[in-house]
C-alpha cells in the first residue's frame, strides 16, 4: 500500500546543530507539505512543494528549509537548531486537483532541542 | 487573508451524547473545508472535506459536517459519542483540492462515561 513515511520519529538534539527531517511518500504526489505543531497553535505550515525543483516558504519558514529533487522526498532542514524549533513536525502530500483529493499526513516527528 | 477559528479549545462530553465542534473560516473565494482528527501520538487522519454540492457532508466514523456559508461557518457533529472519539479535532480551509491548509488551532474533546 502507498504510504508516507517520517523519519525519525523522534530526535534530540542540541542548539547549534543542523537536524535533517526525512518524508517519503509513495503515492507519486505532486505536491508536499511540511507543518509544525505546537500547543495553542494547531498546525502550521512551514514549506511546501508542488513539484520537483519547486519549493515556497510557508507561514513560519525562518531557520528551515526545503529541498525537492525527487517526486517521492522532501526533507526538511534545521540549519541551526533551536529550542523554539522543539515540536512536532507533520509532513503531509497530495495530488493536484480533483474533487476527491485528499492530504495525507505522516505519523509524525518529535524534535527536542536542548 | 484565509483563517480558521475554533471556539472551543477542550470540549467534554458524555459517551452517548451528541457532539458539535464549532468551526468558523475567513476566506475570500470559495472555500475547501475539511475536518482531521488526531489521536494522542499519531498522525492526522481526514474526517471528511467538503468542496461543493450538498451542504451536508457525512464522513467516516459516524460523522458529518455541514456548510453554512451565511455563517461562514463548517460545524462538526455526531449524534452519539463513544469513548474512542477522545481526540484532538482540527478543522481547515485551502484555495482548492491538495493544495496547503490553513489549519485551526484545535479542539481536544474528552469523553467521560
Known amino acids: 500500500d502507498a504510504e508516507i513515511t517520517q523519519s525519525p520519529r523522534h530526535k534530540i538534539t542540541e542548539t547549534g546543530r543542523q537536524v535533517t527531517l526525512a518524508c517519503h511518500q509513495t503515492w507519486n504526489h505532486n505536491n508536499m507539505f511540511w507543518y509544525r505543531q505546537d500547543l495553542g497553535h494547531g498546525l502550521r505550515l512551514i514549506h511546501y512543494?508542488?513539484?520537483?525543483?519547486?519549493?515556497n516558504k510557508g507561514e513560519v519558514s525562518d531557520g528551515y528549509s526545503v529541498s525537492r529533487s525527487n517526486t517521492e522526498d522532501l526533507p526538511l532542514t534545521l540549519e541551526s537548531a533551536a529550542s523554539s524549533q522543539t515540536s512536532v513536525y507533520f509532513c503531509?502530500?497530495?495530488?493536484?486537483?480533483?474533487?476527491?483529493?485528499?492530504?495525507?499526513f505522516g505519523p509524525g516527528t518529535r524534535l527536542t532541542v536542548l | 487573508a484565509q483563517s480558521v477559528t475554533q471556539p472551543d479549545i477542550h470540549i467534554t462530553v458524555s459517551e452517548g451524547a451528541s457532539l458539535e465542534l464549532r468551526c468558523n473560516y475567513s476566506y475570500g473565494a470559495t472555500p475547501y473545508l475539511f475536518w482531521y482528527v488526531q489521536s494522542p501520538g499519531q498522525g492526522l487522519q481526514l474526517l471528511l472535506k467538503y468542496f461543493s454540492g450538498d451542504t451536508l457532508v457525512q464522513g467516516i466514523k459516524g460523522f458529518e459536517a455541514e456548510f453554512k456559508r451565511s455563517q461562514s461557518s463548517f460545524n462538526l457533529r455526531k449524534p452519539s459519542v463513544h469513548w474512542s472519539d477522545a481526540a484532538e479535532y482540527f478543522c481547515?480551509?485551502?484555495?482548492?483540492?491538495?493544495?496547503?491548509?490553513?489549519f485551526g488551532k484545535g479542539t481536544s474533546l474528552l469523553v467521560t462515561p
Open positions: 481547515a480551509v485551502g484555495p482548492l483540492s491538495g493544495y496547503a491548509l490553513n
Open positions: 512543494s508542488y513539484g520537483v525543483q519547486d519549493t
Open positions: 503531509a502530500s497530495s495530488e493536484i486537483a480533483g474533487s476527491t483529493d485528499t492530504q495525507y
